[in-house]
């Protein structure tokens, strides 16, 4: 994950970097508070969060894939 500090409308997006396809996917959140904030909702509900879903194991934070 990238922050994007060119100049411009996507200025500050939070994207992913590959190698092989960087970029092809776009901006995965506007920003890094944004992501944060996903993130932490995704916590305290369990819904998914960037094709994960976040399980409590054994007192354990896990991650598990959504599909």
Excluded: N, Q, Y
């Amino acid at each position: 994950m990238v922050v994007d500090t060119r100049p411009g409308p996507l200025h500050g997006c939070v994207t992913e970097f590959e190698k092989v396809d960087a970029d092809d996917r776009g901006p995965r959140c506007v920003s890094i508070s944004a992501m944060l904030a996903d993130l932490a909702g995704s916590l305290e509900t369990g819904v998914e969060f960037d094709e994960w879903i976040p399980v409590v194991f054994d007192d354990r934070l896990e991650w598990k894939p959504a599909r």
